[in-house]
């Protein structure tokens, strides 16, 4: 199989692709210069012409909108971080995999046609070695990593002459606190350093993957793609049909931000559907395999216990996340404790080996306003406090998982008690959903809650698309739930106070108020969707749009305001 | 001209038109009653089954959903209120039109074939007698309206076993204090009674109208009977472009909501957009008009002073509200004050005699993250307070205009100020758009700001579409905004705990636990859009869907979880 390469090339317009150096490590981080327009008036009959200074904007498209690199989806993104991780000289490059699957789907010549054409050695930790970014942090180091995203998270503050409070320092200590974690599997040098904490920039998570009913591998990538130049900080595949290995292979090796799954969608692939078939051998080497194929952090529904089974009965809609029912009838069907709570350090152990971080799945979260809140949800969370410090043990990097259905009273709570049961780990909630009689909206029911719950401090907020409830997303569905939680992650910076953030808002509403419609456009979220929305009234490029029409625009009728009132002042 | 009547006769899919008689008055207040299939199961080989009880939902679609009612376009709906209003034998029917440019536009004959074909005769309040909602509450009447709207709010309640706060006498309370109305102009008897208040549901206001540049009569039509079928509350007219007067009585004798106006823009277009010719007296004239054909609000920016006009140049975006923009353009032109404000108690004394509420506007309203919360803005609000008690010793029906663009963090202080300042009159608010950045989504940015700002108290919320700062909104971007204002002020009763508004809720996700898709789809906001997404995957209609195939649905391994862990229990 190839892949079309026309993916993207036409960059975001009116922008380029610049570069920051760093100071510590010999580091280039990547960022989007918006350059503007100037700002023309006629003062005294003459022509007045002032510069408007470009905007820095967050980047997480990678090289697919450098013009200098060529990028083939068919042999993946450059390797940014491979030489980072092998001059540490605390890894391995492995001479085969390790995981038995891996080995098995590798010599079936039967899936030659569907691979991605390269393959690497997979690395892994040097025997007695640590090699987590948390571990680094806690012993005073500065990596590359973090350094990176220092900078990156300054985008709008470079330049600018915005002070911000966001140093190579401060990211090692809040990696050392666990409050963040940079998600970096050695595996995935092809990601781009990012974030995931509360005092930092709020990121969007956005899940694709393919149903045992619906869509192939290129039209997966092209998801994957397509999120990151939307705006996507990290993706998770949740695939679950046919090929997830070869699919999962394509993503991460195209795929310029940390990518997550749920290994036991897999794993229950491999039993073919039957739950009761499940093992935490075959589990075991599930993660080694996803593990040495890259991925950067894997939701462990662990905190789902057999006790927990019980309390389903309470609720109106059960339980809602995949990986939750599956380990809860697992347990109701061997009676017995769950093997990823009996086996949580063995986990550990094998995760930090690549540092791959770990997503504590909040099986129990609510999938109805009717059961926000509840019992099961607060006892499992206490579960994912212990868990926690478990991983920290192991110096393995943790974010905690939350809901799901929440009216708008009850979030609050739900970050409050993250915060004091799992012990300042990053909160990564699914919206959360604030009315269930919205299908078909799902994006806004969600933004709604997701923008409250990050405002609060949630670090990382979970996409939900048009189609939620109703079928799987197609790319049209990616681009609106990117967009409508990109909106909310920025209200809740703005609101957060986030360094330089408002500098974007500042730029759009001065092009705005001076009609430099292009400028309006370049500046958006969604420039194609903004343009096209304009042109539909008709192309105007004046003074004013076919919203009010020429003698009802407020903007224009503002500045006639300004002129006469300086006159009246002047008489 | 003939409007073609095929606007919408298909009613909602799986409801009925039900009434609910009054006990006080002959009234018969009507509701949509949606009906839901059975739960169907089997127990130990018996087919077991369980009826689910109808949801009562607030329906704003008039007679146009009512299958015994025979709507014509181009006569109106029927005339509901007349007769209640006649009753009281507080009100003359008038042999002519009073105002000015009115009976210019009746006589004149070019226009005939534009104008609505049936005339009615204005109704106006006796000499002497006080006749509007807020006299009689203060007097201790119940009218007929605070009847109905008591009976309406309690959609959810009626036949569900729910008690609520909201009973008539309720409701006469709340509008003698001021702190709710009923909008309901005397001649405007084809709008069904509704109450904004924050002790009540969370009301939505969707803005149409043509501009110079666009849109005819009949797509102006089409728009407002559309936007009452998906559920707006009250709909106002900003028409700015020709034929303002007939358009609005097309308007208004086909929409069984409240209709408002903001009147300085027809006044405007009578000096053909010559902002400095405007006169009071023009003005006047363009009230009496409007009161007489059933306009039942007005937004009057009377708070807009000519000393605040200095304080535009402190702002990026200047004054953004067309209204303000106007006034205070007149204001330094002729460096007089407004005569609006000027002008006050006249004006009120006006809407008395017909029962027209007025919406003191915002004229000062930030236009930008920038600019919210600043002194401009607040010092108008002050101004507003004062008009507030000044039309309420008119008896006349206050609310108060919001902002606008204000980040999240900054939300919180508007409603506090606005509660203090203007004596807890009901607060109605644009958005707020909670970032800058994203035109073409500013229903989602400003859907995010109204559900924050409605749970905290607001009444009610004025929509924006997607085409907000981009171009006039069509039908579907009016779809799209009531859609998404809808959902913020649903999220805010829930939040505010408005009674029986979670049955809906509850409906619905037990509908989505138990795989009944149909009763999903009845239930929803948007049927269409939601059983239209679902066909994409496919138009399966078993136990589950192409989000996560047969294997991976949580609800369905949930329900073999209760199974097992009752039969681990009975071991």
Request: proline share 4%; charged share 25%; glycine share 8%.
């Amino acid at each position: 199989m190839k892949i079309e390469n026309n993916i993207i090339k036409d960059s975001y317009p009116g922008s380029e692709k610049v570069y920051i150096e760093g100071e510590i490590h010999p580091i280039r981080v990547g960022m989007r210069r918006i350059n503007l327009t100037d700002t023309v008036h006629i003062e005294d009959g003459k022509r007045v012409v002032i510069p408007n200074q470009s905007v820095y904007v967050y980047d997480t498209s990678g090289a697919f909108t450098d013009p200098d690199i060529q990028v083939n989806i068919n042999s993946g993104l450059p390797r940014l971080r491979e030489a980072w991780t092998v001059q540490r000289g605390d890894v391995v490059a492995l001479d085969d995999i390790t995981s038995e699957y891996g080995r098995i789907r590798r010599n079936d010549t039967a899936i030659d046609a569907i691979r991605f054409p390269k393959s690497y050695k997979p690395y892994k930790a040097q025997e007695g070695k640590e090699i987590t970014q948390m571990y680094y942090a806690r012993k005073g180091i500065v990596t590359a990593e973090m350094e990176y995203v220092a900078i990156r998270e300054n985008a709008m503050c470079h330049l600018m002459g915005i002070t911000s409070h966001i140093t190579p320092e401060f990211v090692r200590e809040e990696i050392a606190s666990g409050r963040a974690i940079i998600p970096a599997n050695i595996n995935h040098p092809e990601a781009e350093p990012m974030i995931i904490g509360r005092n930092f920039r709020v990121k969007v998570n956005t899940n694709i993957g393919n149903s045992a009913l619906s869509s192939g591998i290129s039209e997966e990538v092209e998801k994957a793609v397509w999120s990151c130049h939307w705006g996507g900080d990290t993706l998770m595949d949740l695939s679950t049909g046919e090929h997830i290995h070869e699919t999962r292979e394509w993503i991460i090796r195209n795929t310029p931000v940390p990518v997550g799954t749920v290994p036991i969608y897999q794993a229950l692939e491999k039993v073919n559907g039957k739950v009761e078939n499940l093992t935490w051998e075959i589990y075991r080497d599930t993660l080694i395999e996803q593990c040495e194929q890259g991925v950067d952090y894997f939701t462990i529904h662990a905190g789902v216990l057999r006790e927990h089974a019980r309390l389903v009965e309470n609720r109106l809609t059960g339980i809602v996340s995949r990986g939750g029912s599956i380990m809860t009838k697992w347990c109701v069907v061997h009676n017995e404790e769950s093997f990823l709570y009996t086996h949580f350090d063995e986990i550990c152990k094998i995760l930090a080996q690549y540092d791959v971080a770990v997503s504590l799945g909040d099986g129990m979260r609510p999938g109805s306003i009717h059961d926000a809140n509840d019992q099961s949800q607060f006892l499992e969370l206490d579960v994912l406090g212990e868990l926690t410090q478990k991983a920290w043990q192991h110096n393995v990097q943790v974010i905690i998982e939350g809901p799901g259905h929440v009216p708008m009273h009850k979030i609050e709570e739900n970050m409050k008690r993250q915060l004091s049961s799992c012990h300042e780990a990053p909160f990564y909630t699914l919206g959360p959903i604030t009315t269930d009689i919205a299908p078909g909206y799902d994006h806004i029911t969600s933004a709604i809650g997701a923008a409250c719950i990050a405002s609060m401090g949630t670090a990382m907020i979970c996409y939900v698309t048009p189609k939620e409830h109703l079928g799987l997303p197609n790319r049209e569905d990616v681009r609106d739930g990117v967009i409508a939680y990109k909106i909310a992650a920025h209200a809740a910076d703005l609101a957060k106070g986030h360094p330089g953030s408002q500098l974007r808002d500042n730029a759009m509403s001065k092009a705005r108020y001076e009609f430099r419609w292009k400028d309006q456009f370049n500046l958006a979220l969604d420039p194609e969707r903004a343009l096209n929305f304009y042109k539909e009234g008709g192309d105007y490029d004046g003074n004013f749009c076919t919203m009010c029409g020429p003698n009802f625009c407020a903007m224009r009728l503002s500045q006639d305001i300004v002129k006469c009132d300086k006159k009246n002042n002047d008489k």
